[in-house]
Every structure is written in C-alpha cells, then in structure tokens.
C-alpha cells in the first residue's frame, strides 16, 4: 500500500526564500559532516575501537537530538503511515555509518573516501533514471568533473587495497545515495526534524544495544580520545538533521552536488587544526571540484 500524507502536514511550496535557507543550511551540512572524519581520527588515534566508537558517536547524538527537540518542539508523532521509509532510512544510516568509519580499518582514508563520495553520481543517475528529477548535460559533467577532482584531492592508489574496505566504502555510498531519494520523497509530508529524530534514535539503539551486548570494549586512552568520539557525535546529529532538510528545499541532485565540497573541507580542518599537509595537486583538485560544482548548478533558477 502507498503511503498517504496526513491533512495536517500539507506538501511543502518551494520559493526562493525557501532556496536561500537551503543554501545555508547546506553550508551548515557541509561544514559539520567535514569535522566529522576529524574528530573520528583523533578518536581512533587513542586507542578505541570501532564499535566502541559508536557507542559513544550514538549516544552523544541522541542525547544532542532530544535536548533539540525538547528547545524546538519537534515531535514524532503521526509518523506511522510512513514506518516502512523510516525504517529504510534507519537501516540505510546504519549501513553508511558502520561501513564508511569501518573502512578505514582496511584501505586508506583517501581511497575510502574517494569511493564513498560516488554517492552524488550515483544520486544523479537514479533520479533522473526514476524520473524524479531531470539531470542536463551541463549538470551530468558537474558530477563526473567534481569526481576527477576529488581523485586529484584525495591522490588514492589501489596497489594492494584491500577488496573488504572498497566494499564497505562502495556499500556506504550506495546507502546513502539511495537515503537521499527516500528522504526527497519522505519530505513531502513530514518535517525533517521529525525524520531526523526518528532515525538517530533508531539507529543508535541499535548500535548501542549492540555495542553494550558485545563488550569487549576499547575506550580512549585520554581526554583526546572522548573529545574525538563525542564530537563526531555532535557532528553527525547536527549535519544529519541539515542534510534532510536541505533535500527537502533542494532536491536530491543539487544537495549531493553540494556534498562534493565536504571532503574538500575535511582536509582544509586537518590542515588547519591537524598539521595535515596540503599538497600542490591537492588544491589543483579543490579548484577542480569548486569549479564542476559552480558548472553543475550553473542556469539554475535561484
């Protein structure tokens, strides 16, 4: 049966406010999925362990999403006649956070990274497959550009990768890609917020239960270590609930356009706040990326 939209929750119009709120609320996507791998590297640089990880990832976001429903006001409720896209979206967050964090522990950073953000390719092969929304040539480039650049950004080899991180990585795009048409769709009757309550509730439950059910824990050796955990938790509560309602003002093909910016900004905070060096192919790849994203969204109607 096909879901049908309570009275009270009407679908939204969009109107170029609603565009510019989007516009800024992907930069804030942006900007918190970013500090995500960083807070996550310092983590695992003290010691923890992956699923301990997530214990704590988990339990600072759920913690972060009540306190903000309880400030806003966001409620779950009238959400059961879309149970089943709820608990995809659970499933596909459980699926992109276990498999790209898990990655790394097989491939490199860049490598799992570079195969992960296929996602936006993928988001724009879907919808226009699906009829969902039209991709133009100019758009189609965009993508495929931005991607070369994050292989100059990333500078990846796949001498002697190992195929069990490639497929985490490629399992966590494919996840999130697929997240993206659920939530665009989802979006046309219920709030974001809502969505994003449910979800990271959900999932970390899961995760947490888990986590407690296994044991064997491996906690941070210090202070750093917690810091890294707990902030990736708030990274991800925040980005996550910035990212369902970006989609649902933007429309999955020009939100995933803008994700392509996200690793960019990950390695500028390691640079900055990590010591990380930037190489000369490295900001070659940046300015490639920048500029297939102003090619893909170039013609667009503000």
Not at 172 to 180: K, R
Not at 231 to 237: C, D, E, H, S
Not at 239 to 259: D, H, K, Q
Request: a positive charge; one cysteine or more.
């Amino acid at each position: 049966m096909s879901e049908t939209p309570p009275a009270a929750v009407p679908p939204p119009i969009v109107r170029s406010g609603d565009l510019r709120i989007g516009y800024a609320l992907a930069a804030v996507m942006i900007t918190f999925f970013a500090s995500a791998p960083n807070f996550a590297r310092l983590a695992f640089a003290d010691g923890i362990d992956p699923l301990t990880f997530q214990l704590i990832r988990f339990s600072v976001a759920i913690a972060g999403m009540l306190m903000a429903a309880r400030i806003f006001g966001w409620r779950v409720r009238g959400l059961a006649p879309y149970w089943r896209s709820l608990m995809a979206l659970t499933v596909i967050t459980l699926i992109a956070s276990f498999g790209y964090m898990t990655s790394v522990r097989y491939i490199q950073v860049g490598l799992a990274s570079l195969i992960f953000f296929c996602f936006p390719i993928l988001v724009g092969v879907l919808t226009h497959v699906l009829g969902m929304e039209r991709v133009s040539l100019r758009g189609g480039l965009g993508f495929l550009i931005a991607f070369a650049g994050l292989v100059l950004v990333f500078g990846v080899s796949f001498e002697a990768a190992d195929p069990r991180g490639m497929a985490l990585a490629l399992a966590a795009g494919i996840a999130v890609a697929c997240g993206f048409l659920i939530t665009r769709r989802l979006s046309r009757f219920v709030p974001s917020p809502s969505v994003s309550l449910t979800v990271i509730c959900s999932a970390g439950i899961i995760f947490i239960t888990t986590a407690l059910i296994v044991g064997d824990h491996q906690w941070p050796a210090s202070s750093t270590g917690w810091i890294g955990a707990a902030g990736a938790g708030i990274a991800y509560f925040v980005g996550l609930t910035a990212l369902y309602e970006t989609i649902a003002r933007l429309g999955p093909v020009r939100s995933a356009s803008f994700s392509n910016l996200e690793p960019l900004l990950t390695i500028a905070i390691a640079f900055v706040f990590l010591g990380e060096r930037l190489t000369f192919l490295q900001s070659l790849g940046a300015a490639v990326v920048v500029g297939a994203l102003l090619l893909a969204n170039s013609g667009r109607k503000a």
